[in-house]
Structures are given as structure tokens and as C-alpha cells.
């Protein structure tokens, strides 16, 4: 497999063409947006907080087929996940792309294991985790638009 290939795995093809989520919630508790000046990746994501549970989330905006696929695959996993465990698992999935470690990805991940080839792609790490620092942003209540630079 080459390393485009690996890159580009199916799934992440597949979100990027339909992306799970794409709307705008009807009673979001929690927004924020983010950019990556690098890539142009634009991402809005939209929480429905219910006591420290993610009752619902979404996202819109523009972007490459990473930072889309990435933001899909967000909202698919994170939906009826508390604060704490959306934190944990942006944590796993960040030191999944930054750290140098060779082995699976933490079961945890799930199919966001399909971005492990990003790694290799310095790059593309900040397209993958844009929708996830908006998210982070969201839930910590920032009200300023995060960037990634
Ligand atoms: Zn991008």
C-alpha cells in the first residue's frame, strides 16, 4: 500500500462524501469555530450539552478531505460521550499523530485509527485535529474562533 493510499484509507473517503452530521442543531449550548490558515480548513462545530453529556453534535464548513472526513468521524463517535470522556479520546487521537511510537492505535480510537497514516504527514496533522480543537474550544466555553497556528 502506498503511503498516499494509506492516507486516504476508505473510510476516510467515504466521510469526506458523506459526511455523518453536517447541519445545524436546532438547540446547540456550545459552539465554536476553527481555521487552519495552512490548509484553509474552516470548521464550526455545534454542542448540545446535557449535564456533562453530548447530547448531540455537529459541524459545517469548508475544507480539505481530511479535516472534513476528520470533523465527520468526530461527531459520529462523540455523540452520548460525558465532557471527560470527548477530552480523553482527543488526547488518544492527538498522541496517535504526534508521537512517534510504533503499534496499534488504542482500541478506544476506533475508526479514528483510520488517520494514523497522517502521521507521517506533518502537514495534515493540523487538518485531522482542527474540528477537535473547536470541539475542545466549545466545551471550555471559548467564545474567540481557535486557529491552529
Ligand atoms: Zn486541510
Not at 470522556?85 to 492527538?94: M, P
Not at 511510537?101 to 482542527?130: H, Q, Y
Request: charged share 25%.
Amino acid at each position: 500500500m502506498s503511503e498516499v493510499q494509506d492516507l486516504y484509507q476508505q473510510v476516510i473517503l467515504d466521510h469526506n462524501r458523506k459526511p455523518r452530521n453536517f447541519r445545524k442543531l436546532a438547540a446547540p449550548t456550545r459552539l465554536a469555530e476553527g481555521f487552519n490558515p495552512l490548509c484553509g480548513d474552516r470548521v464550526a462545530v455545534e454542542v448540545e450539552l446535557d449535564g456533562g453529556v453530548i447530547r448531540d453534535v455537529a459541524f459545517q464548513g469548508t475544507g480539505c478531505a481530511i479535516s472534513k472526513a476528520s470533523a465527520s468521524m468526530m461527531t459520529a463517535i462523540l455523540k452520548g460521550k460525558t465532557v471527560a470522556e470527548a477530552e480523553e479520546t482527543f488526547t488518544q487521537f492527538h498522541r496517535m499523530l504526534t508521537e512517534d511510537r510504533p503499534g496499534d492505535a488504542p482500541p478506544a480510537l476506533g475508526k479514528l485509527a483510520s488517520f494514523a497514516g497522517v502521521r507521517e504527514f506533518p502537514i495534515r496533522i493540523k487538518c485531522a485535529t482542527l474540528a477537535w480543537h473547536a470541539l475542545h474550544a466549545a466545551l471550555a466555553g471559548q467564545a474567540e474562533p481557535v486557529s491552529t497556528e
